[in-house]
Each structure stands twice: as C-alpha cells, then as structure tokens.
C-alpha cells in the first residue's frame, strides 16, 4: 500500500496526529493508498516552516525563483509519463487526458510564471505641478494558502502555486483529499529542482478537517480556493471576519449558444468535449446546449448518435474517450440527477446509466447522457450536476437565447457558436460569465483572466490578474 506523506520544510512527514485516508482508484473501486488527514498540529508546523522561509524567498532575486520554476516545469515535462499514469489512477481520467492535457499544463503553469515574473512591472505617476513622484510596489503577502478540486488535480493545484510561488510568497497547498497523488509528487521534483525548504509546504487531508484549519490560521495572509460553492461561500465567511484576501474560483452551469449559421462540423466536435471532457467534471464544460430552432431536430440526431459512439473505458484504454466518474459519493450525485429526469424534469434522449467494465465492475463508470428538458427553471438545468450529462433545448430568437442563458445563479463561462458579426457584439456584450468562447472552447491563453460573476466565484486568476492577487500593493508618494 502506498503511503502518500506531507511534504513540509522540505521533507516528507508523517501526520502529527497519525490519522489516515483511505485513497480508491475510481476505475477500479480499490483501495491502493493511504494519505494522511492532517490536523491543526500539522498546519502548524507547515506555517513555521513557510515563515522562517519567508524572508529569504521573498528577497530571492526574481531571475533564480524563475530559474528554479522553469526546472520544476521541466522536471514535470520529463516526468510526464510518471506523472499522466498517477493522475489518471487517481482520478479515473483517460490516460491520454491526462498526458496530453492534465500534465502537460501543470508544467506550463510553472514556465508560465516563472517568465512572468520577471515581466511583472508597476505603475508611476507623476504628480504634475507638485514636484511629487508617486510609484507603486507590489510586495509579496507572506504565507499564503492554495487549496485545489479533484477533477484537474495537478492542473489547479499548480495554477495557484505557480504564481504564487513567482511572486516571493511561501505557500502551504491543499490538494483534494479525493486526488492526491500527484501533488505528493511534485514535493519530490520541489527538492530535485532546488526550491528551498519551507518555502512549499504540501498538507493532505480532509476538507473539513486540514482545509479548515489551514483557512482558520490567524497568519495566513491570502486564500486561493477552486472547489464547490457552497465552500466558497464558508471560506468568504471565514475570510472575511480575519481580513484575510480571497479569490474563489467556483462552479459553473454554462450555456453553450448554438446558431444555425455556425460552421457545423467543428460546433459538433467541439460540442462533444465541451460535454462529455473528463466525464464533464470541468467547471468551465458547456452543460446546457442552447439550439436554435431551425437546426434543433437535425443537431439532436447528430449528437445523438455522436453521444452513443463514445468509448467508455478503464482509464488505461488508448482509446477511451470517457473513464470512471472521481468518486462512489460523486457518482451517486450525478446519478440523483439522472433520477430527476426520470420523475419528470426533461426527457432521457440517451445514456443515464451506470456501465460495468469487465474486470473492473467495481469502477465508477456512467453513460453520457442527453436529456432534453422544456423548463429553464428544473433543478437539472439550474444546479451543477458535475458529470458527464448535458441539458439541450430549443431557443427561437437572439433575446430568448440570452434570456436563458443567463437565468442560472452562476456565470463562469459561455459559448457562442455563430458568423454573425453584430450577432457576436451582442451577445459577447451581454452574456453574465467571466469567459466567453465565440466558435470554440476551452482555448487558454495563460496571460488571460481567469474567473467568474455571480455564484462561480470572486476575483481572477491566470497571468498578471493572479500575480496581483499574491501581492500587496503599496503607493509610495515622493515630494521633492
Ligand atoms: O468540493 P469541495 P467537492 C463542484 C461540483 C462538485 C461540488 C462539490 O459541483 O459536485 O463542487 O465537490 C476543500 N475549508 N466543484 O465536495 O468540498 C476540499 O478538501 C477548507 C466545482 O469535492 O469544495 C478540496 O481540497 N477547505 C469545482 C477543495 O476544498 C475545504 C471543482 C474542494 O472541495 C473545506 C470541484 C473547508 N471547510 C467541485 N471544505 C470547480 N470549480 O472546478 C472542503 N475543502
């Protein structure tokens, strides 16, 4: 049995307290390893760590925290096969996702940030005609807490560290208790690359418990939190009464606008990740298909019968287009939806049920499922389900679709499939979501804010917006 340890000052330890979680490999049901569930003792110890760290990192001239993030990026790139098998054991995702998607940009956000880092410039102003120079300073914010989902273990986890790292603070990161795996990884390629003890601090455990004390630490200084929104709004609570600076990335239920005169074939394709990527398990999936009338019969069939034709698969299969679902608790959920749909809320156009994989009828597995609905407001089509089950719908004009589109508590992210330029304006204009895609999905560019309105969350992340976030500003006004 595998024993995934905390990495802290530099070291991998054992919890305080000695409690254990059982960690499962979804394709398979199986217990294959043991992570510890930290408490406050072993926060605690993170936190020293991270402080005696801190004077010096933070005063690390910016070319070598680059130089020692570039070869954690490296180290990840090297250790890619590594890296994509444990990810994929972990959480159920096809192996090819995870090596071609999961991995692959963990090491980006480490390159990412390192360069940015020493692009990242402030602003003067002068103050004209009062002999006054006024500059700013962004300064590190000291131990910071970055706490990372499940569905893109790696992925996140670093999108926060990454940064936060290149902008001189010391961090102590949560991984999901449901994927740790490969953030127990990266504590090895942290001393192969030389990042020096103390300044990442790596504490597994259970939301509730290590998640909790980690946010009810008096001296963290700033929490970078993507998970549900219900935690969101406990962690803004917490936050709030200490002051402390919080960015939530949260959940999403994201419309993707289908107009008849988009380019068919590629809404199609794109259409079928923007559902069913990572058995839809990423916030920013388009889980309700808006269409408009006049092609709804024909772009029903279509992805209907492109819907049937996926592989379902243990994770290991080349060729599975989805793999296990995270979780037996998260299956059940996505399952009660499904059941929703059966007691009336839409209608079941396919899948909805649970798939047995030979030799591994233990796995986490589920069809990905349609379901046509005629009401906005079903709980189907306003809570997020999480899973690999979309809503469609037919919408007859402009207004109505954007009507729609923004009738649910959440705005992460909206796609709109269109030519029409004024079309485009208006609905880039009007959409209520902090990304919008025309003609595609999922196109990042890492210099782009990262974020949501409403219920998916506040503050940005991603390029300069997350180097603000790890700093603190200062003005500094000079008369001479
Ligand atoms: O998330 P949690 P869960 C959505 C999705 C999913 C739902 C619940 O709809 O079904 O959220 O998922 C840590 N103090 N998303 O329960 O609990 C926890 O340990 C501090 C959307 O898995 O929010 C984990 O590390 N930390 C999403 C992280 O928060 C706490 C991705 C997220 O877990 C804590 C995942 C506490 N009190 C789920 N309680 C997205 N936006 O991409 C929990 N945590």
Redesign the pocket.
């Known amino acids: 049995m595998i024993k995934i340890l905390n990495f802290i000052d530099g070291q991998f330890q054992e919890p305080v307290e000695n409690q254990w979680l059982d960690n499962v490999s979804p394709a398979s049901g199986e217990i294959y390893s043991q992570s510890p569930n930290s408490t406050a003792s072993d926060i605690e110890l993170a936190y020293q760590a991270a402080a005696k760290a801190f004077p010096a990192w933070s005063q690390t001239d910016i070319n070598q925290r680059a130089r020692v993030l570039s070869k954690i990026a490296n180290l990840l790139e090297e250790g890619l096969e590594k890296f994509a098998r444990a990810e994929s054991k972990d959480n159920g995702k096809p192996i090819n996702l995870a090596k071609t998607v999961d991995i692959p940009r963990a090491a980006s956000n480490f390159r990412f940030f390192a360069q940015a880092i020493t692009q990242f410039s402030s602003e003067s102003h002068e103050s004209v005609g009062q002999n006054a120079i006024n500059y700013t300073l962004r300064k590190p914010l000291g131990v910071v807490a970055c706490?990372?989902?499940?569905?893109?273990p790696l992925y996140?986890f670093t999108w926060k560290i990454a940064p936060a790292l290149a902008a001189g603070n010391c961090v102590i990161a949560?991984?999901?208790?449901?994927t740790p795996m490969t953030a127990f990884l990266l504590g090895e390629i942290c001393q192969e690359a030389g990042l020096p003890k103390g300044v990442l601090n790596i504490v597994h455990?259970?939301?509730?418990v290590?998640?909790?004390a980690?946010?009810e630490h008096a001296d963290i200084k700033a929490?970078s939190?993507?998970?549900?929104?219900?935690?969101?709004v406990?962690?803004a609570k917490?936050a709030g009464a200490h002051l402390k600076k919080v960015s939530l990335?949260?959940?999403?239920k994201n419309p993707n606008i289908i107009f008849a005169d988009c380019d068919y074939e590629k809404m199609l394709d794109t259409t079928m990740r923007s559902s069913f990527a990572n058995q839809g398990?990423?916030?920013?999936c388009g889980s309700r298909i808006l269409v408009e009338e006049s092609i709804y019969e024909k772009f029903k069939t279509d992805f209907i019968a492109r819907t049937k034709s996926l592989v379902i698969a243990h994770p290991d299969n080349e060729d599975a287009d989805l793999g296990a679902i995270?979780s037996h608790a998260?299956m059940q959920?996505i399952l009660s939806y499904i059941d929703l749909a059966k007691q009336g809320q839409g209608k079941i156009l396919c899948g909805g049920k649970q798939v047995a994989i030979e030799g591994y009828e233990n796995g986490y597995y589920l069809e990905p499922t349609v379901i046509e609905i005629d009401s906005i407001d079903c709980q189907l089509n306003q809570?997020?389900?999480?899973?690999p089950v979309v809503t469609i719908m037919p919408f007859s004009t402009e207004a109505e679709a954007l009507q729609i589109a923004n009738s649910t508590a959440y705005g992460?992210s909206a796609s709109v499939w269109t030519n029409d330029l004024k079309r485009t304006m208006k609905f880039t204009q009007e959409l209520q979501a902090g990304i919008v895609w025309v003609n595609t999905w999922m196109l990042r560019d890492l210099r782009t804010p990262f974020g949501g309105l409403k219920a998916?969350?506040i503050g940005r992340e991603g390029g300069l917006e997350a180097l603000r976030f790890f700093t603190e500003t200062k003005n500094v006004c000079i008369q001479y």
């Not at 809570?383 to 899973?387: L, N, Q």
């Open positions: 706490i990372s989902p499940w569905n893109l996140l949560k991984p999901s208790e449901v455990g259970e939301g509730p290590t998640g909790q980690l946010i929490i939190f993507t998970g549900g929104t219900a935690t969101g406990h962690i917490l990335e949260l959940g999403g398990q990423i916030c920013l995270v998260h959920k809570e997020e389900i999480f899973g992460l998916s969350g």
